[in-house]
């Protein structure tokens, strides 16, 4: 696939460049003439009807939703519902997606009749989702999206996926946003599936099916990275002038050619992310091109290359330039708005669609225009030129400039009467968006920055700016679900972020006082070589992940003082060291490397390690009875519990043992790990819920938790034991191999052993809806489990 594919592009552009400034000059001509005035305000007239009316009780107190958070979405879905209006909001909803993400014609029976399974389908979803009082509140999750990928038979690409968003969103700079990133690349991945879904048909097999879905979602992924790896990057001035000039031209060549360059030396402060953004481009690059049909492939390269071009033409105007032409200003607009969706259709190799790229190409300026409305201010910020931001900089020395507000709405004239012939239903979806912006545009800057907005680019029209400002304080139901999710999936991003980064901060700030306190102190002055051994074993470099997650049951979750749980997390770490400590024995694991630095038997003697452990074990069950402020009754409990917890963990190092060199089922397997990792999961959770007297269902239901919590982390550590980094783990990779110990890995392979990792996951987090009371730590501690690196 390295064979050159040489474009004509200057040809491929011209003709794209005449098709685009036909289209503008019919729209100018439109927009002198003000002949969208009148037939929208007869649009409008006749759209308002469903729109303007008296507000019922419910809706007055429903008003004001906080839609952000997800208890406000289950509320705001319920409340839908209970008025009737879920119907038609889920219609108008999937309508939009259908005309904007794949191109159709809303008065086609096919098309109405696709639109109203899926509104079917999405209801019974969203309603009993928003109906369970267990449901975690979360509209979009990972466990529904793995539980979706199950279905489909599509876990390892899901895998592959959240694994690659990961790695990208460690790659995004400071400078850029990697919410937004991350948000821009999902949504280009489920516009392609979406696209390749509508492809295929009910004769289609459940392993062709699957095949399509699992390129669909790569070719999305490698479609998607363009925007923040390409776009936005160079849009965000990180990279210096002869960087920048460097880098596009490499995309250029890329696109010009058919092969990615290779990567010269790089000569600039940012060499190190161009070799990871070269790297995974040109892998991308190659998936694509491996997937494109020969018939197909030219298109795709030409219309890639219309859009790169079109970027880079606005991307080097200078707002300071006061000498534009209105040409200039929109055509480029037309051709990158236009060409960024014919893309989609051609990087999947669909066949022709009567209409689509007639309706694609005409559509693409309404969506842009719309988008750079709404970034008006943080563009004249950054300095870009876009119709709007030049029209606020020129518009009382320039009177020649088209108005772009003006421009919008002959936009939105021309779409429905003229590319989809005055269809109702794409009059009442377009007309539903549009206010719905303006809207929300509302809302975001503030009555008194938006009335100087609509004065300054107020359409010469008297009568129709009026009617539009009445639409926008007085009609109602013109939400749109993919908004709700957009808004979702922003928040959720920035939360999720915000809370791994809370969790980590908080689980150092404890690491710290943790290590500070879990020194053995000698008595009497005498040397002692257990004390000393202990000590070593202690200071190394753990992640002191169960008492970690015991403060955070103690303190968050059961309100209990942090200053009286310290001797309970020191026992904790008492009893998981002893368990190391034995593990690495020559007569059990043989390992030479714990946390950083040899291992106790290593430095010291095999007898001295044996004690060692015994010996903190012992002072494990010393600390539990220093918990002086509890119940007595409670911390017996503790104690006798934490004492089954130790015999219970040599039974699962005896079974390890017992294992090597046989070949374990699965069962037996998870049944093992649960006894040798689970349990000390399993202690670190329960032990600040028995001190609290917890009740017997909470109980059951964390340790289900803790059970697949554990056997998670376990998978793990075999995974990162086979792919892992010595220098990030602090321990030899390759031991199990070594010791030919039955592992996840070895029953199942590293697949299959991510698909068990991520099925005992979502079983750890579904089981969490049982538990009454904020588990949110717990959560982003099972994400950190699965995401670590050591």
Known sequence: MNEELIINTDACYKQAEEKANHYFQSLYTQVQQKTYAKILTEDIQLWKVNHIRHHSLFSFFSRGNNKTSSNGYHHYIRGLNYTGKLDNYLTRSISYIFMRDLGKALNSPDTEDRIRNVVESLKTHLTSTTSDQNSDGEMISMTGLYRLAQKEGVE??????????????????????????????????????????????????????????????????????????????????????????????????????????????????????????????????????????????????????????????????????????????????????ASSRLIVRSVIGAPEDEGFDSRTFYYGIYNQLADDFADMFDDMKEGAVTPYTYYLKYHDKRSDLINPFEMY???????????????????????????????????????????????????????????????????????????????????????????????????????????????????????????????????????????????????????????????????????????????????????????GRPTLHEVYTISIAELTGLFLTQKAIWEQTTLEQFDSKAVLRLIQYSAQVTADMCRGQAMDLDSKGKQLTLAQLNNMCFYKTGLGFEASILMPAILSNTSKLEIEALKKFARHAGIAFQIKDDLLDVEGDTALLGKTVGKDTENNSSTFVSILGVDDAKKEMWENYCIAMESLQDVPRDTTFLKHFLDYIINRDK
């Open 409 to 595: 709405w002959t936009v939105i004239s021309n779409l429905i009467h003229q590319v989809y012939h005055s269809d109702k239903m794409t009059r009442e979806v377009i007309l539903d968006r549009a206010i719905n912006g303006l809207k929300r545009f509302k809302e975001r800057a503030g009555m008194e920055k938006y009335k100087e907005v609509m004065d300054l680019f107020a359409s010469g029209d008297a009568k129709f700016n009026k009617l539009i400002q009445q639409m926008v304080r007085k009609a109602d139901d013109v939400d749109f679900f993919d908004k709700l999710l957009r808004d979702h999936m922003i928040t959720s991003l920035k939360n999720d972020r915000q809370g791994q980064e809370d969790f980590i901060n908080t689980a150092k700030t404890i690491r710290s006082q943790i290590n500070e306190v879990l020194t053995i102190q000698k008595t009497n002055g005498m040397t002692d070589s257990i004390i000393d051994a202990a000590n070593y074993s202690l200071q190394g470099d753990g992640k002191r992940l169960r008492p970690i997650v015991t403060w955070f049951m103690g303190v968050n979750a059961y309100g209990l003082n942090k200053s009286v749980l310290e001797p309970l997390l020191k026992s904790l770490e008492y009893m998981h060291t002893a368990s190391l400590i034995f593990d690495d024995l020559p007569s059990q694991d043989n390992a030479s490397l714990r946390r």
């Open 156 to 337: 390892s690409t899901f895998i592959w996926l959240i694994n690659k968003l990961k790695i990208v969103s460690a790659n995004i700079p400071t400078g850029m946003d990697a919410e937004h990133a991350q948000r821009k690349l999902i949504k280009i991945i489920a516009g392609v599936i979406m696209q390749e879904i509508e492809e295929m048909n009910d004769e289609v097999s459940k392993e062709e099916r699957k095949q399509r879905l699992e390129k669909a979602i790569r070719l999305g992924y490698s479609y998607g990275l363009t925007y923040p790896f390409i776009d936005d990057l160079l849009d965000s001035k990180i990279l210096s002038d002869e960087e920048e000039r460097k880098y596009a031209n490499l995309i250029r060549t890329t696109l010009t050619k058919g092969v990615v360059p290779e990567l010269e030396d790089w000569i600039g402060n940012n060499a190190e992310l161009i070799r990871y953004i070269h790297t995974e481009l040109r892998e991308a690059f190659e998936y694509i091109k491996a997937h494109q049909q020969k018939e197909t492939r030219t298109n795709f390269f030409e219309q890639s290359y219309v859009f790169f071009h079109s970027q880079e033409v606005d991307r080097k105007k200078d707002l300071t330039y006061a000498k534009y032409t209105n040409e200039e200003l929109y055509i480029p607009v037309i051709l990158k708005s």
